[in-house]
């Protein structure tokens, strides 16, 4: 069946470091992968996504993700966390037709300051 | 733009009682979706519309009604609640249903049912 992955509950990091959330995947063929983010209290907003071509793709608030097909993998990362990233993330694939999005089960994160 | 609004942001129901949640979006988007979000299961598809009058099963359809009379509307009705859909509702739209449009949620609705 095809799936997303997310195997981290919850991240804590230190205000300033770097962060990475891992995302995995298992579709048949090459996914539509998304990532999220929710704000406590918060519908949800897309951070960035990966159809084809570059697999390193740019997204807002300095979020960047790569898309590693041997890894099976599509992990968020981002070069210095602000204390207002603190939220929780969403991975998500494409399902086939009508845009059928499947999520993982989201990893929390922490800023510590 | 309002983006999509959902109503009641808020609500509590008996076992057995009925109600509708309210989704609209005035983005003139064919496809609209309704979530809910469970803790530790993230979100998942209850039902889909891919246009007005057209609408599907998701991955829990199971105690949910839905109907598209309108393009911007995509109302959910739970006909008779049960404690198992106590959850957070998050209705979402975009431009079509073709791969890759992106989704725009809205706020979300917090049901408990006691």
């Known amino acids: 069946a095809q799936s997303v992955t997310q195997p981290d509950i919850h991240i804590t990091v230190s205000e300033g470091a770097s962060l990475e959330l891992r995302c995995n995947y298992s579709?048949?063929?090459?996914?539509?992968l998304f990532w999220y983010v929710q704000s406590p209290g918060q519908g949800l907003q897309l951070l960035l996504k990966?159809?084809?071509?570059?697999?390193l793709v740019q997204g807002i608030k300095g979020f960047e993700a790569e898309f590693k097909r041997s890894q099976s993998s599509f992990n968020l990362r981002k070069p210095s966390v602000h204390w207002s990233d603190a939220a929780e993330y969403f991975c998500?694939?494409?399902?086939?037709?009508?845009?059928?999005?499947?999520f993982g089960t989201g990893t929390r994160l922490q800023v510590t300051l | 733009n309002a983006g999509v609004t959902q109503t009641p942001k808020f609500q509590v129901l008996k076992t057995g009682q009925s109600m509708t949640l309210q989704c609209a979006q005035d983005?003139?988007?064919?496809?609209m979706s309704w979530y809910r979000q469970d803790p530790g299961m993230g979100l998942r598809l209850i039902h889909y519309?891919?246009?007005?009058?057209?609408?599907d099963q998701g991955e829990v359809p199971n105690g949910y009604n839905v109907s598209r009379s309108t393009t911007e509307d995509f109302p959910l009705r739970l006909l008779s609640a049960a404690p198992s859909q106590t959850s957070v509702y998050f209705c979402?739209?975009?431009?079509?249903?073709?791969?890759?449009?992106?989704?725009?949620f809205g706020p979300g609705t917090r049901l408990t049912v006691l």
């Open positions: 979402a739209s975009s431009y079509s249903a073709l791969l890759g449009n992106e989704q725009f």
């Open positions: 579709y048949g063929a090459t996914p539509y």
């Open positions: 990966y159809f084809s071509g570059d697999t």
């Open positions: 998500a694939g494409l399902t086939g037709t009508a845009s059928k999005l499947t």
């Open positions: 983005m003139n988007h064919e496809y």
């Open positions: 519309s891919v246009g007005a009058g057209i609408t």
